[in-house]
């Protein structure tokens, strides 16, 4: 069955496409989840560990919380989100962006992250077409979404996302299915220790931390999928974007020049287009020199 799937999806790319599509909607929904909950195990589990190492009790976190329970609700009277008003994107358009119960706003993050998940994910299925190329890059599409929007909110990077999906580029290698392993492993060194050592030199002339050590670890993670050739690439588009986007803020008054910005949306939006069309941004940039 899955044979005759594959030589469908092979003799028919429109259905490919589709379903990619659609698959894209439904991840991008569960990845709404994943920002909004993880955040929170996050802040749960160290309020935990210090009750503990103070030796108190943790009155009121008995309750099961993690991405799967308890059930979706809305955050102002508690309605609980029937499968009928959970359809990606659909949903939120018939409820006209509120709740079906109390009428409170839903916020347009939901639809957006779901909509940019599934054109994220087409877009990967049209670069790669039918393969395990395919598979694996969408993985590694929707870990970057989910840390972006994480970073974004909370200002953090969790190892539980980057560090399995640094493990994964390197089993990955093995097989050649981006880079090789001699590649991969050097890519993952040089990434976590380019930026380290960049913020060991700010904090030693500035005495302030210049960025979190999530961004560390996500350029490492960046590394071992596509291999230290593309770190330069990768961390000269991300500054780029980052210092520019960032003057326009300070030029609007959006933000002061003290603000701190998360840099693990650009590291993840390089590292993407990197994974893409890393060759082609290769030849730019080395042609500029």
């Known amino acids: 069955m899955f044979d005759n799937l594959l030589e469908a999806f092979t003799q028919m790319p429109w259905l490919f496409l589709a379903t990619v599509f659609l698959l894209g909607l439904m991840v991008g929904s569960f990845l709404n989840v994943v920002i ?7 802040q749960r ?3 935990r560990e210090c009750l503990e190492f103070l030796e108190q ?12 329970w308890p059930r979706s609700r809305c955050g102002e009277c508690g309605h609980a989100i029937t499968a009928l008003e959970n ?8 409820l006209r962006g509120r709740c079906s119960q109390c009428g409170t706003r839903i916020s347009w993050q939901y639809p957006l992250v779901e909509l940019f998940t599934a054109i994220v994910s087409i877009t990967v299925a049209w670069r790669f077409g039918v393969s395990e190329q395919t598979a694996a890059a969408l993985l590694f599409s929707w870990a970057l979404i989910a840390m972006s929007g994480i ?9 539980s996302l980057t560090l399995p999906m640094l493990w994964l580029g390197i089993l990955l290698s093995f097989f050649h299915v981006f880079v090789d392993l001699e590649s991969s492993v050097i890519g993952a060194m040089a990434g976590y220790l380019s930026l380290w050592s960049v913020y060991i030199v700010f904090k030693l002339i500035t005495g302030k931390e210049g960025m979190g050590h999530g961004d560390f670890k996500l350029l490492a993670m960046l590394g071992a999928w596509m291999g230290w050739k593309m770190l330069l690439v990768i961390i000269l588009t991300s500054s780029l974007v980052g210092a520019t986007i960032g003057i326009l803020m300070i ?3 959006k933000t002061g020049r003290n ?10 939006a390089a ?4 994974l893409l069309w890393g060759d082609a941004l290769n030849r730019f940039f080395f042609s500029l020199v």
């Open 251 to 253: 030029l609007l008054r």
């Open 36 to 42: 909004y909950r993880l955040p929170l195990m996050m």
């Open 151 to 159: 970073d974004i909110g909370h200002k953090l990077l969790p190892d």
């Open 57 to 68: 009790d943790s009155e009121g976190e008995t309750e099961r919380f993690n991405l799967m």
């Open 259 to 268: 603000t701190q910005i998360p840099f693990g949306p650009y590291l993840a």
């Open 45 to 47: 589990e160290w309020r």
């Open 87 to 94: 359809i990606p994107v659909v949903s939120w358009l018939l």
């Open 271 to 274: 590292g993407w287009i990197a």
